[in-house]
């Protein structure tokens, strides 16, 4: 006796939503991700609320990226958060560690008072990069947990919009640039 056709369409129904849910699934981590961003670590590049940033995933694990590139990465100290950061340092660079962070990186209280921290620098091994908010009073980055692993960074951020005029706003793109300019 075959199944009744209410059945039927209640089987089917689930299948291709299965199906859909896969394939939505494989998209957000191997191609695209769209997603909401918050803090202040990132002003004026990305807003502090309500702006969602498109990442493109063909960058995952450090592929192809360069200084000055916009990244999403997991969070080295919580990885079941994401942070929003521009590189600011590659692999083989030395970097100078921002002497206002109060981390154990950059310096202990007996070094900090006796040279106020500004020579403290950091060769960027590989496989890693050293990452900063854009708005570096208010951003916890590299200088508060280290050099990024390129094995968290989950992809490069090539575009932004804001929802705070509602639906309107997902159609207002705003294009991320890399914003690193070099000397040579």
């Given amino acids: 006796m075959p199944a009744p056709e209410s059945l039927r369409f ?8 299965l199906r859909a849910g896969c394939l939505a699934h494989i998209v957000h981590e191997n191609v695209y991700e769209f997603t909401e961003t918050r803090g202040e670590s990132m002003l004026p590049t990305v807003q502090n609320q309500h702006d969602y940033v498109h990442a493109l995933k063909k960058y995952k694990l450090g592929r192809g ?8 990465a997991m969070k080295p100290s919580d990885p079941t958060h994401r942070i929003c950061k521009r590189i600011t340092g590659m692999p083989g660079d030395v970097v100078l560690v921002d002497p206002s962070s109060s981390s154990e990186l950059t310096n202990s209280a007996s070094e900090a008072t006796q040279n106020d921290g500004f020579n403290k620098f950091i060769e960027i091994p590989e496989g890693h990069v050293w990452c900063t908010g854009d708005n570096l009073c208010h ?13 968290l960074i989950t992809g490069k951020i090539v575009a932004a919009n804001s929802m ?21």
């Fill in 10 to 17: 209640i089987f089917s129904t689930l299948t291709w939503t």
């Fill in 65 to 72: 990226l360069e200084m000055g590139d916009c990244i999403v």
């Fill in 139 to 151: 951003s916890l980055d590299s200088r508060s947990y280290g050099i990024l692993p390129m094995g």
């Fill in 164 to 184: 705070n005029d509602g639906i309107r706003g997902f159609f207002k793109l705003r294009w991320i640039d890399n914003t690193f300019e070099s000397e040579e």
